[in-house]
Nanobody
């Protein structure tokens, strides 16, 4: 069983930055795709960004330019750098990994709150 543990969330003022981390309990090489999702109160969970093993990235259009996803396979860690944060970015952010066998793993989530 693989565990994903997010960290780095918190309270930040609008315009500020945060970097989220997601540590995998096993080698992140097992994941073909890793991603960040978020879920705001009363809304569905939505994709923020995803990254493949070779490093190809895909972003939700509305977040492109402010958020950057990256992964360090040597550290088994996924990152999300978030800049120019807005109150609308307030949500629980979840780490996701899909293994080569098609198994889907989720972290427990980390709260990000952006104050105006």
């Amino acid at each position: 069983q693989v565990q994903l543990v997010e960290s780095g969330g918190g309270l930040v003022q609008a315009g500020g930055s945060l970097r989220l981390s997601c540590a995998a309990s096993r080698s992140s090489f097992i994941f073909n795709v890793m991603a960040w999702y978020r879920q705001a109160p009363g809304k569905q969970r939505e994709l923020v960004a995803k990254i493949t093993g070779p490093g190809r990235t895909v972003y939700t259009d509305s977040l492109k330019g402010r958020f950057t996803i990256s992964r360090d396979n040597a550290k088994n860690t996924l990152y999300l750098q978030m800049n120019s944060l807005e109150p609308e970015d307030t949500a629980v952010y979840y780490c996701n990994g899909i293994s080569g066998l098609g198994s889907n793993y989720w972290g427990q989530g980390t709260q990000v709150t952006v104050s105006s």
